[in-house]
C-alpha cells in the first residue's frame, strides 16, 4: 500500500516510534504481536461479535435528502454516531481491549480529550472486567462534563490533568507518564492515529470497518463501491483513517480531513495542524507539529475538544503532504452553523467534532451526479452545554 | 570515537563518580553558568543540563515545573548556546546537554551538534532518539563533532539490548534504577540489585551510572556500590528552589551528598 505503514513504523517520511527506553519494552512487545493477534481466526470471531452485537454494527449508510437537495449532490451519511457510546471510538476500543486481555495485561490507561475515547474505554474495561484509569484535562473535564460522569459509573477512575495547558495533549502526556511507571501489567489504550508505532497503524486497522462496510452498503444502494468523496474531521485523525483505509488506493475517491480552523487559521486559536504545523516529534511520532520557532509545542484551540490536538496521525501528515488528501480548514462559527443545519434538516444533532466535517460541504461543489460520504463520526449529546452557550452568546450578540 | 573530557574521565576515574542535572534557565534565565561553575567547585564529577521542553515525557513533575518556569523564563537552545559561549574558560567538568529531541531537530541537528562542540560540550542524551534512526542518520555527525551519545537502559531493557547499546557508545551507560519517570524514590529490592548484579556482571565496556531516585548521601552511596557513580536530578532541582543564595544552595547540597 503506497499510503500504507512500512515495517519500520514509516509514513513516507512520518511515523516511527520516538519514545524514551522506559516505553521501549512495553511498544516493542505490541510491535512484535499485534499483527499475529489481531489476525488469529479467535480473535476475530470474538471481535466481529462485540462489534455486531455489541457495539451495534454494521451502522447505517444513511442518504440524507433534505441535506442532499440543499448541497446539490447525494450525500450519505455513515451513522457512527448510533455506534455504542455514541462514536467511532469504541470500534477502537473494542479491538484493543481483546489485544490486551491476549497480552495478560490487568490494567488499563487511556487519555481523552471530548471524553467520547475515554468512555469507550471505560465501556471496553467494564465489559473485560480490568481496572480502568483515564486521564484527562482538567479544563476537559469540565467542558465534557457528562462524559466523565458516564466513565465514573462505569466505574473508571478519572484523573484530572493539571499540567500545561490541561487538555489533550496534557492528558497524553500522562497517560505515557502512567505507562513509564507500570512497564509490565498496563497496556495503554491510545485513542488516536497518533503515537508510536504501532499504534497509527493499530487504531486505523481497527477503525478500517468503517470504509470496509461503506464500500458493501455503496454496493447495495448505488451498485458500486466507490464514492466521488470521503469527507471526515480529523484531530489526530482516528476516525478519518477509518473512513480513508479501504479507499486509499483507489485514486478516483477524493479524501478530505477537516480541520478545526477555531477562530481562523491564523488568529493564534486553531488546531488547523497541516497548516499551521512543521515536521517534528510529539507523543512518540514523527508528524505535523504546531510548534514555535524553538521546538516547543503550542497550545492549539478548538471549540471542539476532540479536535484541538498539537499533531495529527503520521499517515494523515503523509496524505498532507503528498496531496493524496485534500485538507479544508473550518472555524467554529463554520462548525456550528453546519450542527445546526444537520439538525435542522434531517433531525440528527452531530458532535461539534463531526460538524466540521458537514461544513466543509459548501467548498466541494461536488455536482449532482456525484456521490459524497461524510463519515458521521459521533453524535453532539456529550456538547449540549456547548452548543447551548455558543448559541446563547450568538443570540445575545444579535 | 569521541574524545573528550568525558571520555577521559571515565578512564582517569573509576567509582563514585557524581553527575548533576539541572535545567538550564532554572530557577532564573541567567542562572544557568552560575550553577554550572558551582557545581565543579563544590565536586560534582559531571554535570548534566536540561533543555526544557514544553512536553517532556520521561520527566517527573519536579523537573517538568523546572522545565516550565525555564520556558517562561526565555530560555531556548540558542539561549543556552549564548550563555555556554565562553564557559570552557570558567570550567573543566565534563558537560552533557539532555533534552529531548524535537527542540534539537527544529535548531538543526547538525548545527546544534556544531555549536555543543564549539562551546564545549562533550555529550548529548536524547532519550527519544531511537537506535536505528542514531545509526543511520545522527551518529556520523555526532562523530564529526567529537560528541558521545549516552542511551539509557531500565529493568526492563533486554541484554541483547543492552550489549547493542553498550556498543554504541564510548562514553557511560545510564541505568534508569526503575521504572518510573524521573524523582521518584529509588528502589532498593531484591529485584532491584538483581538487575544491578546482572548488569554489572555482564562485563561491558562503558562504565555505569545510575540514576533517577538517586536524591540523598545513604541513596548514592548504595548506588555507587553497584555502579561506577550516579545521577542526581530531581534533589537537586527542590535544593535549587530553597530559599537563600543560589551558589549556597548548591553548595550545601553537594555537601550533604559527598
Given amino acids: ?398 | 570515537m569521541a574524545n573528550n573530557r568525558l571520555t577521559r574521565l571515565f578512564q582517569e576515574k573509576k567509582g563514585n563518580l557524581l553527575n548533576v542535572y539541572f535545567t538550564a534557565g532554572f530557577p532564573k534565565l541567567e542562572d544557568t553558568v552560575t550553577i554550572l561553575e558551582e557545581l565543579e567547585a563544590s565536586g560534582a564529577d559531571l554535570v548534566e543540563i536540561g533543555m526544557p521542553f514544553s512536553d517532556p515525557l520521561a520527566d517527573g513533575p519536579t523537573i517538568q515545573a523546572s522545565n516550565q518556569v525555564a520556558l517562561e523564563n526565555g530560555m531556548s537552545v540558542k539561549k543556552l548556546f549564548q550563555q555556554l559561549a565562553g564557559v570552557r574558560e570558567k570550567v573543566t567538568v565534563p558537560i552533557i546537554l539532555m533534552g529531548y529531541l524535537n527542540p534539537v531537530l527544529q535548531y538543526g541537528f547538525e548545527r546544534f551538534c556544531e555549536e555543543a562542540a564549539r562551546v564545549g560540550v562533550d555529550g548529548l542524551i536524547l532519550p527519544d532518539l531511537p537506535f536505528a534512526e542514531y545509526e543511520e542518520e545522527y551518529k556520523p555527525v555526532l562523530e564529526k563533532y567529537g560528541l558521545s551519545l549516552i542511551f539509557l537502559i531500565t529493568p526492563q531493557t533486554a541484554e541483547n539490548r543492552i550489549r547493542q547499546i553498550d556498543a554504541l557508545t564510548d562514553s557511560f551507560i545510564y541505568m534508569v534504577s526503575s521504572a518510573s519517570t524521573t524523582g521518584g524514590a529509588v528502589q532498593t529490592g531484591d529485584a532491584q540489585q538483581a538487575y544491578f548484579s546482572k548488569v554489572r556482571g555482564m562485563g561491558l565496556k562503558n562504565p555505569l551510572l545510575i540514576g533517577f531516585g538517586i536524591g540523598d548521601k545513604p541513596s548514592f552511596e548504595l548506588a555507587c556500590q553497584s555502579a561506577n557513580g550516579a545521577i542526581i536530578g530531581s534533589a537537586f532541582i527542590k535544593a535549587l528552589q530553597q530559599p537563600g543564595e543560589l551558589r549556597e544552595n548548591v553548595r550545601g547540597f553537594l555537601q550533604s551528598i559527598k
Fill in chain 1, 1 to 398: 500500500m503506497e499510503y500504507g505503514v512500512n515495517e519500520r513504523g514509516y509514513y513516507g517520511q512520518f511515523g516511527g516510534a520516538f519514545i524514551p527506553e522506559m516505553l521501549y519494552p512495553n511498544v516493542e512487545e505490541l510491535r512484535e504481536k499485534y499483527l499475529t493477534i489481531i489476525q488469529e481466526e479467535g480473535f476475530q470471531e470474538e471481535m466481529q461479535d462485540l462489534l455486531r452485537d455489541y457495539v451495534g454494527r454494521p451502522t447505517p449508510l444513511y442518504l440524507a435528502k433534505r441535506l442532499s437537495e440543499k448541497y446539490n449532490t447525494k450525500i450519505y451519511l455513515k451513522r457512527e454516531d448510533l455506534n455504542h457510546t455514541g462514536a467511532h471510538k469504541i470500534n477502537n476500543t473494542v479491538g484493543q481491549i481483546l489485544l490486551a486481555k491476549r497480552l495478560g495485561k490487568t490494567r488499563i490507561i487511556a487519555e481523552t480529550g471530548a471524553g467520547q475515547h475515554g468512555v469507550a474505554t471505560a465501556t471496553v474495561c467494564a465489559l473485560a472486567g480490568l481496572e480502568c484509569i483515564v486521564y484527562m484535562g482538567k479544563i476537559d473535564t469540565e467542558r465534557q462534563r457528562p462524559n466523565v460522569e458516564k466513565m465514573r459509573l462505569l466505574g473508571a477512575t478519572v484523573v484530572p490533568v493539571t499540567s500545561g495547558s490541561q487538555t489533550l495533549k496534557d492528558a497524553t502526556n500522562e497517560a505515557i507518564r502512567d505507562w513509564i511507571n507500570h512497564p509490565e501489567d498496563t497496556h495503554y489504550i491510545i485513542g488516536s492515529v497518533v503515537g508510536p508505532h504501532p499504534y497509527p497503524d493499530m487504531v486505523a486497522r481497527f477503525q478500517s470497518v468503517i470504509s470496509e462496510e461503506i464500500r458493501k452498503q455503496l454496493m447495495e444502494k448505488e451498485g458500486r463501491e466507490l464514492p466521488d468523496y470521503v469527507v471526515a474531521c480529523v484531530g489526530g485523525g482516528s476516525n478519518a483513517a477509518g473512513a480513508f483505509y479501504h479507499f486509499l488506493d483507489e485514486p478516483s475517491v477524493q479524501l478530505v480531513a477537516v480541520e478545526a480552523a477555531g477562530l481562523g487559521v491564523n488568529s493564534g486559536h486553531s488546531a488547523a495542524t497541516s497548516i499551521l504545523g512543521k515536521t517534528g516529534i510529539i507523543h512518540g511520532s514523527k508528524t505535523l507539529l504546531m510548534q514555535t520557532e524553538d521546538g516547543q509545542i503550542t497550545e492549539p484551540y478548538s471549540i471542539s475538544a476532540g479536535l484541538d490536538y498539537p499533531g495529527v496521525g503520521p499517515q494523515h501528515a503523509h496524505l498532507a503532504q503528498t496531496g493524496r488528501a485534500r485538507f479544508i480548514a473550518i472555524t467554529d462559527a463554520e462548525a456550528m452553523e453546519a450542527l445546526k443545519e444537520l439538525s435542522r434538516l434531517e433531525g440528527i444533532i452531530p458532535a461539534i467534532e463531526t460538524s466540521h466535517a458537514l461544513a466543509a460541504l459548501k467548498e466541494l461543489n461536488a455536482g449532482p451526479d456525484k456521490v459524497v460520504v461524510i463519515n458521521l463520526s459521533g453524535r453532539g449529546d456529550k456538547d449540549l452545554n456547548t452548543i447551548l452557550t455558543y448559541f446563547e452568546q450568538q443570540d445575545g450578540q444579535q
